[in-house]
Structure formats: structure tokens, C-alpha cells
């Protein structure tokens, strides 16, 4: 298997063993044993050397550990390229040693679970829903359809689908004490910050979502949320430009309803543009699920504590609002702002390069390669401009990429167009304000959270999430009173982190 961020991980537990002499790597066996040796034990037989000119080398799928502070040799299993962390814990340097314990902050190199649902090979550039080419889904599929897959692992056959489209469709209103929720906020309220209010406010509303353990339960509540998160959207949209709502029309896909509750105005009945309504399907197609990100951890991370997938849906909400993650999309689009014209594009790079702020749009912890999703993206921005004009954005986009894809800085740290770069140029296209951006992330990325969230919920191995750290501050010390307190060491103590 490829190393890549997808790989599984985890081998059983307590399974290393403590080995006192030097581990077996070189057995002397005699030639006619070799084929019953493979065979019977699955060893790959390495190089012949040695006496009677038989011997040769056995690996084994385990890690040898040799801890220079006490001598001692230690074999872990390897299991799908990876150790167990437990598997550390049993070296120590003393008797009163806690045991040994990996340092990764920001997850640079360890997984946290084992998954089924989205493969993502970022040297390649290569991105899978449960096998499936994204390509493939893009050209073939539609949003709801993918959604399906990603929670139920296989697509869907015609009445699987059509029950599923079903029970989408009729949990699309939201409880009219929700939009009292809603009027709340002040009309400059960013649509993000009602999303995630709205989708937390969810969980007041529907309280036997508590019950996580029931299937059946569940079903419940990833079909309410499905449903529903268009509609908030929407209704945050139009709070925030003080139209009224308008209520979802079921007669119409599940985008083509989004943007009736979006752009309707004074017509009985709202007509989206196939091509646009197509567009926004590929867009939620290529949204909807990323393994191991930001927000999928901190919905993992919130889940793992048994929360309703409200509460926690509104955590992953929270995380992807952040400009490194799903507040890129608006980032971009504020930058290209700001730049202006293509003439000012080399000396924004210049800036970039001195590391006065980062290109927004551009690299990504897991792709070194350009982003699959903004491969299409470029592509179906032709189809919507075709319909909507040209938005002058993209000459300055393209011209950025260009200059940006030549340079070394970017060549070398491999420092591709992400799939946030050219998205908002087509949001904008399409009529939707730049602070929308973010929420219309959030919409398709519902249905990867929640499979991700159901796969925690039945996966054995998990429990509630808790890092481990490694405390550097002071030991126990005594407290002392106001008056004795010394202000410059204090602030010194402060400053330096607990270190002084
Ligand atoms: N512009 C300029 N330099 C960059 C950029 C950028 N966009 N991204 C990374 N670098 C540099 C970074 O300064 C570092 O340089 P050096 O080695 O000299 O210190 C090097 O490239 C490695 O970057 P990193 O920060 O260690 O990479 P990371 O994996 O921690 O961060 C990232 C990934 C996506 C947060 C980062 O590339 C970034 O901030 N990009 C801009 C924001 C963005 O577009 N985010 C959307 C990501 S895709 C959608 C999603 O996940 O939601």
C-alpha cells in the first residue's frame, strides 16, 4: 500500500512484545525448508548469506526499538504501515517511567482512526468516495445520490434512491421557532455565525437525537440534517438581507430548492437554471467529504463524547469557518479584491514570498500535487459563466496561478491551486455574496460529517478522544498572597511560558 494520509492504522492491542536479546532476523535454515517457511508463515524471504551458505535474512511485519537509556530491545507489530502508539508506552527509563509517548502536534503523522469512506492519495493527486473516482462522480452523479453512497458505502439502486430523495425532500421545513432563533441576530450577522447557531439550536428541538446508539434514531436525524441545512442557510441569507424566506419547494431537486429558497422573489413558482443547478450539484459533489480535515476531527472529536450530531455538527461547522479550512473560499475572493488587476499580480507574490501573508487558495496539508476538485472546478466555471458572463476575477485568478505555478517558492514547496481557489469565483457568478461562501461549504460537507460520525459511533476501537500532552510548566508550588507578590516576575514567569 501507498503511504498516503488514507492508510489504515491501529493494530490490535497489546500485542508488542518485549524481546531480551537481539531480535531474529537472520534465522540459518537450510535451503529445502524455504517454500514450507513462506508458505506456513507468510515471511518474505530476504538475501541468502552464512554458514553452508544457506543462511539468510526473515523479515517480519514488526518495528525493532532499541532505547539507548536503558539497552533494552523492543518489537512492535507494523500493521498497514503503521504502529500502535499503545505499543510505546510499555518502554520506560525507570520503574516510575510513565512510558514512552509520541509528540504530533497538528496530526502531521498519525491517524487517529481506521475509515472506509474517502481515499485521498495527495502525491498523485487522486481523491475517492468509497472506491469511486471523484471524476467519475462529478460527470455521472448527482449530489444526494453521493451522499448516499458516503454514508451507506454503496450507491444507491432506483427505489434506495428514490426513498432516500424522499425522506431528504419532507424534512426540509424547519420548526417556525427557529426562525425566531434566527431573527435574533443583527442583519450584519455573518451567515456562518447563524449557520452554526441554528444547527446547534437544532438539538433543543429534537432531543431523542441523544440517542446515538439507535440505528434507527440516527437515520432520523442525518435525514433532518440533510434537509434541513439548505434551508437554514438560505434563511440566514435572507435575514441578513432582510427579504423574506422563502419556504423550501419540494417539487424541485435538492438544489435546484436551495437556490429557490435563495433567489426567489415574486414568481408563483421558482425555475432554477438547469445549468446552474447542475453546476452547484458538481460543487456539493466535490465538498462533501475529505477524510481526517479540521472539521471532520472536531466532529469526530465532539462525537466521541457521545454529543448529538447537532451539537457536534455545529463544532465541525465552527471548525471549517476558519480562513486555513472552508473560510478560504471567501479569503480568495477578498484577496482577488484586492489585488485588483492582473498588472498588481507579481507584486502581491513579492509579498507573499517575504511572508507578509500566505496565498489564499493555495497548498494544502495533504495534496503536493494540484487539487483534483479544483481540476473541475475550473472546468464547469466555463459552463456557468456561459450562462451567467465572465467574472472579471477569473483573468486575475488564472494570471495568479500562472505566475505562482512558475516560481520556485511555490515549485518547491509544492504549492497548489486547493479546491477553495476558483469555487468562489463561481459562487460570485452565480449571485452568491462572498460571506455565503463559507455556508455553502458547509451544506455538502453534512453528509461526509455524519458518515464519518456514524463509522466512529460503530467502530469498537474508539472512545472519547483525549490527547495526551507533555507538561513543561512549574510542580507544585505554594500560593502566594497579593502582597508578596513580585510583578516583574511574574509577567517574566508569564512570558516565558511557565518556564521561569
Ligand atoms: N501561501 C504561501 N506560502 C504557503 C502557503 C500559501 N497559501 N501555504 C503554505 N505555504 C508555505 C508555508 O509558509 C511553509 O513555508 P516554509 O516551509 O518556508 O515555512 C510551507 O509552505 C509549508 O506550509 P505549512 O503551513 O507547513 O503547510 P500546512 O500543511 O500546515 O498548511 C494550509 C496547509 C492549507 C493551512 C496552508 O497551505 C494554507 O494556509 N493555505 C492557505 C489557506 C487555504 O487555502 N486553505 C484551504 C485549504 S483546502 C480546503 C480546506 O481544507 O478546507
Redesign the pocket.
Known sequence: MRASESRGSCPRANTATRVEHPPRAFEQIPKRHYASLKQNTGLKIGRLRGREGFAMSATRDTLTITDNRTGKQYEVPVKDGTIRAMDLRQIKAGEEDFGLMTYDP?FMNTASCKSTITYIDGDRGILEYRGYPIEQLAEQSNYLEVAYLLLHGELPTEKQLADWRWNITHHTFINENIKKVLDGFHHSAHPMGMFEAMVAALSTFYPEAKNIEDAACRRKQIHRLIAKVPTIAAFAFRHRIGLPYSYPDNDLSYEGNFLNMMFKTTELKYQPNPVLERALSVLFILHAD?EQ?CSTNAMRSIGSAHTDPYSALAGAAAALYG????G?NEAVLRMLNEIGSVERVPEYVRR?KAGEF????????VYKNYDPRATIIKQIAYEVFDVTGKDPLLDLALELERIALEDEYFVK?K?YP???FYSGIIYRAMRFPVDMFPVLFAIPRTSGWLAQWVELLEDPEQKIARPRQIYLGRRTRDYVAMKQRDGAAAGQAAGAGGEA
Open positions: 497538528a475529505h480535515n480562513p486555513l479550512h472552508g478560504a507573499v500566505k496565498l489564499m487558495g493555495f497548498g494544502h496539508r514547496r504549492l486547493n479546491v477553495d
